[in-house]
Protein backbone atom coordinates (compact mmCIF):
# COMPACT_ATOMS: atom_id res chain seq x y z
CA UNK A 1 0.00 0.00 0.00
CA UNK A 2 1.06 3.36 -0.50
CA UNK A 3 2.46 5.39 2.42
CA UNK A 4 -0.04 8.15 4.18
CA UNK A 5 -0.02 11.47 3.20
CA UNK A 6 2.26 13.91 4.87
CA UNK A 7 0.77 15.16 7.78
CA UNK A 8 -1.42 11.85 8.22
CA UNK A 9 -2.05 10.08 11.75
CA UNK A 10 -1.32 6.59 12.00
CA UNK A 11 -4.14 4.36 11.58
CA UNK A 12 -6.47 7.43 9.46
CA UNK A 13 -6.58 6.69 5.18
CA UNK A 14 -4.37 9.77 4.50
CA UNK A 15 -5.78 11.41 7.68
CA UNK A 16 -9.20 11.63 6.30
CA UNK A 17 -10.71 9.53 9.40
CA UNK A 18 -10.85 10.72 12.32
CA UNK A 19 -10.42 8.79 15.77
CA UNK A 20 -13.70 9.35 17.62
CA UNK A 21 -15.95 7.01 19.47
CA UNK A 22 -18.02 4.52 17.16
CA UNK A 23 -22.35 4.86 17.65
CA UNK A 24 -23.56 3.81 15.01
CA UNK A 25 -27.52 3.29 16.38
CA UNK A 26 -30.20 5.73 14.38
CA UNK A 27 -31.96 7.65 16.65
CA UNK A 28 -35.15 9.33 14.65
CA UNK A 29 -35.33 12.83 15.07
CA UNK A 30 -38.83 12.92 14.20
CA UNK A 31 -42.49 12.06 14.71
CA UNK A 32 -42.62 11.85 10.56
CA UNK A 33 -39.47 9.76 10.70
CA UNK A 34 -40.67 7.27 13.02
CA UNK A 35 -44.17 7.15 11.65
CA UNK A 36 -42.47 6.47 8.02
CA UNK A 37 -40.11 3.79 9.39
CA UNK A 38 -43.13 2.24 11.01
CA UNK A 39 -44.98 2.36 7.40
CA UNK A 40 -41.96 0.70 5.83
CA UNK A 41 -42.18 -2.25 7.95
CA UNK A 42 -39.43 -4.93 8.86
CA UNK A 43 -38.76 -5.72 5.45
CA UNK A 44 -38.75 -2.31 4.09
CA UNK A 45 -36.34 -1.51 6.51
CA UNK A 46 -34.45 -4.34 5.94
CA UNK A 47 -34.46 -3.29 2.47
CA UNK A 48 -33.25 0.07 3.13
CA UNK A 49 -30.30 -0.94 5.09
CA UNK A 50 -29.06 -3.41 2.44
CA UNK A 51 -29.35 -0.76 -0.05
CA UNK A 52 -27.14 1.83 1.98
CA UNK A 53 -24.55 -1.13 2.76
CA UNK A 54 -24.64 -1.68 -1.09
CA UNK A 55 -23.74 2.41 -1.36
CA UNK A 56 -20.59 2.14 0.89
CA UNK A 57 -19.30 -0.80 -0.66
CA UNK A 58 -19.09 1.48 -4.20
CA UNK A 59 -18.38 4.48 -2.61
CA UNK A 60 -15.18 2.73 -0.71
CA UNK A 61 -14.35 0.87 -3.77
CA UNK A 62 -14.02 4.12 -5.72
CA UNK A 63 -11.94 5.46 -3.28
CA UNK A 64 -9.64 1.51 -3.56
CA UNK A 65 -9.64 2.19 -7.13
CA UNK A 66 -8.51 5.89 -7.00
CA UNK A 67 -5.48 4.93 -4.57
CA UNK A 68 -4.48 2.19 -6.94
CA UNK A 69 -6.02 2.33 -10.49
CA UNK A 70 -4.17 -0.50 -11.53
CA UNK A 71 -6.10 -3.24 -9.71
CA UNK A 72 -8.53 -5.69 -10.73
CA UNK A 73 -11.77 -5.57 -9.82
CA UNK A 74 -11.63 -8.89 -7.69
CA UNK A 75 -8.58 -7.17 -6.05
CA UNK A 76 -10.85 -3.72 -5.68
CA UNK A 77 -13.15 -6.11 -3.67
CA UNK A 78 -10.78 -7.97 -1.64
CA UNK A 79 -9.33 -4.18 -0.20
CA UNK A 80 -12.83 -2.84 0.18
CA UNK A 81 -13.77 -6.52 2.38
CA UNK A 82 -10.65 -6.32 4.00
CA UNK A 83 -11.38 -2.38 4.77
CA UNK A 84 -14.95 -3.50 6.26
CA UNK A 85 -13.78 -6.07 8.35
CA UNK A 86 -10.42 -4.48 10.04
CA UNK A 87 -13.01 -1.69 11.16
CA UNK A 88 -15.63 -3.66 12.13
CA UNK A 89 -13.18 -5.54 14.37
CA UNK A 90 -11.82 -2.40 15.73
CA UNK A 91 -15.27 -0.90 16.24
CA UNK A 92 -16.40 -3.93 18.26
Not at 24 to 39: C, D, G, H
Not at 54 to 76: C, F, K, N, Y
Request: aromatic letters at 4%; one cysteine or more.
Amino acid sequence: MAAPAPGARAGSYNGAMIDRPRDFRFAPQSEQEIAALRRLGGTGRLAMVGALCTSGRRLMAARVLSQHPDWTPELVDREVTRRIADATRRAG
